[in-house]
């Protein structure tokens, strides 16, 4: 007998990954603007079903050809849900976009939908089919187990979240720049204190962008030394004060602190 031990940052790499064919708009404008179509082409909506129609929850980044990654308050088991690749406008009709059904969602078993500051936000949605990769289509790369980045690092969020605190989501997929903060910073008494968990990454802060309801489960989206993107955060929590309140950046699960348990699950399963 022998085991085959199965990487997640490898399952990626043998696609290739985090290489989009059409490159983002890497904009330093504070507020959001409407991403280039197909620029960020691992980004999913993750849909469910209500009274027969069907409504955008929340983002999540295809990291395999049948494996999607989002966070755990998205899943609730009592609902039905598709996942849309490939698509930039939720409105229109666009060739290359695709809904697919999920065959199984894994939660972390220690997350704890009471209590979402303890962390372990994370899920994986396992598809029924295969994607076709593609130009729209194309799988986000997973950072290297540990992975921390510096204070003021660039990142983007993106996402069809709320333009605004209690206002409609995006019809178009939104980006914006939002810059690590440290867990130095992010646990001080004037931002989100000392609870804050090693396992979460802060981005944004500044009081003008941040991820707001709808954006949840979407990446946080870096490029690293070799010019390749890479999924460093799961878009978490936002302040009850606001979807960008001053020193309150939004908060993601850090990608980089559940590799083990990423290949574990999607070995498993």
């Given at each position: 007998?022998?085991?085959?031990?199965?990487?997640?940052?490898?399952?990626?790499?043998?696609?290739?990954?985090?290489?989009?064919?059409?490159?983002?708009?890497?904009?330093?404008?504070?507020?959001?603007?409407?991403?280039?179509?197909?620029?960020?082409?691992?980004?999913?909506?993750?849909?469910?079903?209500?009274?027969?129609?069907?409504?955008?929850?929340?983002?999540?980044?295809?990291?395999?050809?049948?494996?999607?990654?989002?966070?755990?308050?998205?899943?609730?088991?009592?609902?039905?849900?598709?996942?849309?690749?490939?698509?930039?406008?939720?409105?229109?009709?666009?060739?290359?976009?695709?809904?697919?059904?999920?065959?199984?969602?894994?939660?972390?078993?220690?997350?704890?939908?009471?209590?979402?500051?303890?962390?372990?936000?994370?899920?994986?949605?396992?598809?029924?089919?295969?994607?076709?990769?593609?130009?729209?289509?194309?799988?986000?790369?997973?950072?290297?187990?540990?992975?921390?980045?510096?204070?003021?690092?660039?990142?983007?969020?993106?996402?069809?979240?709320?333009?605004?605190?209690?206002?409609?989501?995006?019809?178009?997929?939104?980006?914006?720049?939002?810059?690590?903060?440290?867990?130095?910073?992010?646990?001080?008494?004037?931002?989100?204190?000392?609870?804050?968990?090693?396992?979460?990454?802060?981005?944004?802060?500044?009081?003008?962008?941040?991820?707001?309801?709808?954006?949840?489960?979407?990446?946080?989206?870096?490029?690293?030394?070799?010019?390749?993107?890479?999924?460093?955060?799961?878009?978490?929590?936002v302040s009850g004060l606001g979807c960008n309140f001053i020193r309150k950046?939004?908060?993601?699960?850090?990608?980089?602190?559940?590799?083990?348990?990423?290949?574990?699950?999607?070995?498993n399963n």
């Amino acid at each position: 007998m022998f085991s085959i031990v199965l990487a997640s940052v490898l399952i990626a790499s043998a696609f290739g990954c985090g290489t989009p064919a059409t490159e983002p708009l890497m904009t330093r404008v504070v507020n959001g603007v409407d991403a280039i179509p197909n620029s960020w082409p691992w980004q999913i909506s993750l849909q469910y079903q209500r009274n027969g129609q069907w409504g955008h929850t929340c983002g999540g980044s295809l990291i395999a050809t049948n494996w999607v990654m989002t966070a755990a308050h998205c899943i609730n088991t009592d609902l039905t849900y598709r996942v849309f690749v490939g698509k930039h406008n939720l409105v229109q009709d666009e060739a290359g976009s695709k809904a697919i059904t999920p065959e199984k969602m894994i939660v972390h078993e220690k997350w704890n939908p009471i209590f979402v500051a303890f962390g372990n936000d994370i899920a994986l949605i396992k598809l029924s089919e295969h994607v076709t990769l593609s130009d729209s289509v194309q799988l986000g790369c997973i950072p290297s187990a540990g992975s921390i980045l510096t204070h003021d690092y660039p990142c983007y969020i993106t996402g069809w979240g709320r333009l605004y605190t209690g206002g409609p989501i995006a019809d178009n997929l939104q980006q914006a720049l939002m810059p690590v903060v440290d867990h130095a910073t992010c646990t001080k008494s004037d931002w989100w204190g000392p609870a804050l968990r090693t396992t979460m990454v802060c981005a944004g802060g500044d009081g003008v962008v941040g991820g707001c309801n709808g954006d949840s489960g979407g990446p946080l989206n870096c490029k690293n030394a070799e010019g390749t993107w890479e999924v460093h955060g799961i878009a978490s929590f936002v302040s009850g004060l606001g979807c960008n309140f001053i020193r309150k950046p939004t908060v993601f699960t850090r990608v980089s602190a559940f590799n083990d348990w990423i290949d574990q699950a999607m070995m498993n399963n």
